[in-house]
């Protein structure tokens, strides 16, 4: 009897695991569709985020051509997500730092800009913490994380997530997000960048202050006017064969060759 009971419950718990994993693949199944129903045409202006890729991913990507046809899959979509939410808790802790007598003002970056007759970028809208703007001067669109007056300094504010491994490895801001800070300041007029990284495994944080300079403002000026002048003669730029790994326009990148 005992064996057929030890059984009965072998049964039973299967059933339930079965119950529960196709509750998983459902729940899959659903991130996934609704990730894949939020995605929208890319805009033909620059991103900060890409201006250091590859010169043909910007031509592409200006030129209005349409990415490659793959999904995100369900674990970056929730780090993606995770990486969002971060960003949104860091941002309200900063904004309640005032109340802790420390000298840190949060700033409503268009109420900055109109206050400083700054007509260019303009608010685009207001997305929880962040602000999305849109350079006509440099056909720039991006998202501000957030603009700071810290002891009596301005500073952008710009927040990174990523995991041990990557987080553990740098002393400094990467060279990638520089350029993109970059972009903020031309469009902004705020020279200092003030960087929080933090893990997102276990949520440690860095800070790096990084001041741009003209010469950061020229390499971005000198990237910006490459591409556009590929556009205007309507000519595929070369490929650049170390930027390919994480490239979404690789089937359009074939076709046009070297």
Known sequence: MAKLGSLAKMIKQAQENKVAEQFIEDLVYIIEEEDRSSVRTPTQSFKPSGISGCIRSLYYQLSGIAPDDTDSGVNLIGICESGTDRHERIQDYIMCMHRHDINCEWLDVGKYLKENNIK?????????????????????????????????????????????????????????????????????????????????????????????????????QSIIDCVNTFIENQEVPPRELDKCKYCKYQNQCRKDGE
């Not at 060279?175 to 970059?182: D, G, I």
């Open 120 to 220: 260019d970028p303009e608010v685009i809208s207001q997305v929880g913490n962040e602000t999305k703007l849109y350079s006509r001067k440099y056909n720039m669109r991006f998202m501000c994380d957030g603009l700071i007056k810290y002891n009596d300094e301005l500073y952008i504010v710009e927040i990174k997530t990523e995991s041990t491994h990557k987080f553990n490895r740098h002393t400094d801001a990467w060279s990638e997000h520089k350029l993109q800070a970059t972009c903020y300041s031309m469009t902004i007029g705020v020279p200092k960048v003030l960087f929080i990284y933090e893990d997102r495994d276990n949520c440690t944080k860095k800070g790096y202050l990084v001041e741009i300079t003209d010469l950061m403002k020229t390499r971005v």
